[in-house]
């Protein structure tokens, strides 16, 4: 089993409209959680750290649901620069950094 | 954040070769590390660059295959030798802060034939 899961999709959202997704994580004992942006042939870049209050960043809102081992990111207002795909990420045991496979967001006119 | 430059950005290169891709920071830093992504996929740690000793490799990774230089706290190699082109992909340098955040560099995509 993958220590990250996310659905790859693609989620297709009209802009405006409001997307979120989940990402499953598999240590119960991680601290850390983040997620990234990544854009086609670009390096991920940090979107927002994932506090265990959750957190929002504008539009960008971060829950982490530890009894259930998931994490998840809104987006509201979407706006087409919102095309990317988003990393979760989980340290492990040792501190390392595990990283999801992405989740594709197509926002469309 | 710190800057951090990879060079070269992209690299075509005959199998059996070997290749040395650099990662400059801006400002000195404790955690280095060195991923890879193939395509499609999400990023692997290769290893962490560490400073004044020998990296340490993940699961999958040796030196023989990853040599890994670290001289300082700003700068760090890593050398993809005897390339096949299952070594396809785009090698990231990343750096790591006090809250266990990364930064990425812009990467290094490499094709081998």
């Known amino acids: 089993r993958k220590e990250v899961e996310q659905d790859p999709g693609p989620f297709n959202v009209p802009e405006g409209a409001t997307v979120a997704f989940n990402c499953t994580y598999s240590?119960?004992?991680?601290?850390?959680f983040f997620w990234y942006r990544q854009d086609c042939r670009k390096e991920p870049k940090l979107l927002m750290s994932?506090?265990?209050s959750g957190n929002e960043d504008g539009r960008f809102t971060a829950q982490l649901n530890r009894a259930s081992q998931y994490i998840s990111l809104l987006i509201r207002d979407s706006k087409l620069s919102d095309s990317a795909t988003y990393l979760c990420v989980v340290n492990d045991s040792w501190g390392k950094l595990q990283f999801g496979a992405g989740t594709q967001v197509v926002v469309t006119p | 954040s710190a800057v951090i430059s990879q060079k070269p950005s992209r690299d075509i290169c005959q199998r059996g070769t070997s290749l040395t891709i650099q990662c400059q920071v801006d400002?000195?830093?404790?955690?280095m590390f060195w991923y890879r992504q193939q395509p499609g996929q999400s990023l692997t740690l290769i290893a962490t660059?560490?400073?004044?000793?020998?990296?340490?490799?993940e699961s999958g990774f040796v030196i023989d295959k990853f040599p890994i230089s670290r001289p300082n706290l700003t700068f760090s190699t890593l050398t993809v030798s005897n390339m096949s082109p299952e070594d396809s992909s785009i090698y990231l340098c990343?750096?790591?802060?006090?809250?266990?955040?990364?930064?990425f560099g812009p990467g290094t995509r490499l094709t081998v034939l």
């Open positions: 660059a560490n400073q004044g000793s020998e990296a340490t490799y």
């Open positions: 240590n119960s004992a991680s601290q850390s």
């Open positions: 400002s000195q830093v404790t955690m």
């Open positions: 990343s750096v790591g802060d006090g809250n266990n955040e990364q930064f």
């Open positions: 994932v506090y265990s």
